[in-house]
């Protein structure tokens, strides 16, 4: 049980932040949060959390957590004009726990300046979506210092109770988050690949992925994404950009550490492809803030294939 005496900062309530600080307010903390757009923080304050005004209103808190989309946002947020620990302010938390998907690199910096303050820094990005969040089926990887993360493990908990696995010092956490993305964007799109390949023959989606999702080749990702490629409802869960930046971080790796890794290079290159398309669409912006899962069109389309709703009932399994 996390130690409810602590005061615990929150920064970024997006489609995954804000059910992650939910869970944690609903666990009894004594939860401050920020984010840049207030009117998302505001229905957490009717169940108890206080709304800052700046990050650097956070400065006293005992452990600050951050789930933000990029490594510049990130840095922005800690040591910004109004971040956190920005203009060497002598208030500062004990530890900071990102959870956000950054750069091994923006990762280490971001670290070393934390130290420089005295402060330790936790990595741990976690695996799902805010579905999956409330489900209580989240999981989360984690590095950094041992006796910071034994501090802060019973509050991760709170949000990943399906598991947080700790894989040692420093960034290692960053390279397995880094590596599970490659693997989801791999995955959906051999998913969508061998869906219209059944689909096209006569197979109808929602009978194929129940097949799938029964069979040892099933998994919670392909169980729970099947209703979207069955109704084609494409809200929200991940960007194709985000996707997009999380195979770049991973095939540099790949790159500096000599390890070949060509399906993946060739599934990012077919998600640039999506992107590119989308860009021609009279309702682009739309189309691209969609879910990654939305590369189901632009395959079909590649097939020779109009999609439908199939208009079926498909357990998510969550």
Not at 90 to 99: G, L, N, S
Not at 155 to 168: D, E, H, M, T
Not at 245 to 267: C, H, N, Q, S, T
Request: net charge neutral.
């Amino acid at each position: 049980m996390p130690d409810n005496g602590q005061r615990i900062g929150w920064i970024g309530l997006g489609r995954m932040g804000y059910p992650m600080a939910e869970r944690l307010l609903n666990s009894g903390c004594d939860l401050s949060v920020w984010n840049r757009t207030r009117s998302k923080a505001e229905p957490l304050a009717a169940n108890g959390a206080k709304i800052l005004d700046r990050p650097a209103d956070l400065a006293n808190m005992d452990v600050v957590f951050s789930m933000v989309s990029a490594g510049p946002d990130l840095e922005a947020v800690y040591f910004g004009k109004d971040g956190v620990v920005g203009e060497q302010r002598d208030a500062r938390p004990d530890i900071f726990v990102d959870c956000s998907t950054i750069a091994v690199e923006e990762s280490a910096a971001i670290r070393e300046r934390l130290a420089a303050r005295g402060a330790a820094f936790v990595a741990a990005p976690v695996s799902g979506n805010a579905k999956v969040i409330r489900a209580g089926k989240l999981s989360a990887v984690v590095s950094g210092p041992r006796t910071a993360y034994d501090r802060v493990e019973p509050l991760i908990k709170v949000f990943a109770p399906r598991g947080v696995s700790y894989v040692g010092d420093g960034e290692l956490a960053r390279v397995c988050k880094i590596a599970h993305n490659v693997m989801l964007g791999v995955v959906i799109e051999n998913l969508i690949e061998i869906t219209l390949l059944a689909n096209k023959m006569g197979v109808p989606r929602h009978a194929f992925l129940a097949f799938i999702n029964n069979s040892v080749m099933g998994s919670m990702f392909t169980a729970y994404k099947s209703p979207a490629l069955v109704s084609l409802d494409w809200t929200t869960t991940f960007t194709p950009a985000l996707l997009r930046k999380d195979f770049d971080l991973g095939l540099a790796l790949g790159r500096e550490w000599e390890v070949p890794m060509p399906i993946a290079a060739a599934a990012r290159e077919v998600l640039q492809s999506h992107i590119g398309a989308g860009r021609l669409r009279p309702d682009a912006e739309q189309y691209l803030n969609a879910d990654f899962a939305a590369l189901a069109e632009t395959l079909a389309r590649a097939a020779g294939m109009t999609l439908t709703s199939e208009n079926s009932v498909v357990a998510s399994g969550l």
